[in-house]
């Protein structure tokens, strides 16, 4: 059985940094995806950024340069890095995770096709 916890979610104040971690557990396969997305009141959910199993990174315009995404795999940890934070960045971030796939990852990253999901920690950006 899978299962996806995030952690690191909080306040901070616009131009901070806040680090999220996302530990999984249960999945056997050698190759995967794993992303991170969000969802902002009265929106819909949106990708934010995707890796693959060899390191290969995708992200939404709106946070390229502001977010990294990376993973510790002896520690079945994704993680996603976010400096500069905006306003527009408050929501509930979810990490999700499924097995490789011939799809591109930005493709992965906009259809939002994963297995797997957490249940979110919330990140509130104010002025």
């Known amino acids: 059985q899978v299962q996806l916890v995030e952690s690191g979610g909080g306040s901070v104040q616009a131009g901070g940094s806040l680090r999220l971690s996302c530990a999984a557990s249960?999945?056997?396969?050698?190759?995967?995806?794993m992303g991170w997305f969000r969802q902002a009141p009265g929106k819909g959910r949106e990708g934010v950024a995707v890796?693959?199993?060899?390191?290969?990174?995708s992200y939404a315009d709106s946070v390229k340069g502001r977010f990294t995404i990376s993973q510790d795999n002896a520690k079945n940890t994704l993680y996603l890095e976010m400096n500069s934070l905006k306003l527009e960045d408050t929501g509930m971030y979810s990490c999700?995770?499924?097995?490789?796939?011939?799809?591109?990852?930005?493709?992965?990253?906009?259809?939002?096709?994963?297995?797997?999901w957490g249940q979110g920690t919330q990140v509130t950006v104010s002025s």
């Open positions: 999700a995770l499924d097995r490789a796939r011939p799809w591109s990852l930005r493709r992965l990253l906009v259809s939002q096709a994963f297995a797997y």
């Open positions: 249960g999945y056997t396969g050698s190759t995967y995806y």
């Open positions: 890796i693959d199993s060899d390191g290969s990174t």
